[in-house]
């Protein structure tokens, strides 16, 4: 899936800032609970820029959030409140 939003930061784990995906997206892969691996987490694929990673989408508010790591953000300048484009492929596991 393909999607564009702000980069935001939640009183989380560090030290990351998030994209929030879409409430469309985020109903789909909630009915998907096989995807989880716990937590209601997601292993995914994404990439922003030119830099591809992995890591987990998390739930929050109804909605999942795509973690950007340090490392991404200094690579692409990514920044809060940054308007941004990510490209995830869930990662099935087992």
Not at 14 to 24: H, I, K, Q, S, W
Request: proline share 6%; aromatic share 8%.
């Amino acid at each position: 899936m393909r999607f564009s939003g702000e980069v935001i930061e939640w009183r989380g784990p560090a030290p990351y800032v998030f994209l929030r995906l879409p409430e469309a997206e985020s109903t789909e892969l909630r009915e998907r609970p096989e995807l989880s691996y716990g937590w209601g987490c997601i292993a995914v694929r994404a990439t922003i820029g030119d830099t591809t990673f992995e890591t987990s989408l998390m739930p929050r508010d109804g909605r999942y959030l795509l973690p950007v790591k340090v490392v991404v953000q200094r690579a692409e300048e990514v920044d809060l409140g940054d308007r941004i484009t990510a490209t995830v492929t869930v990662i099935e596991r087992g």
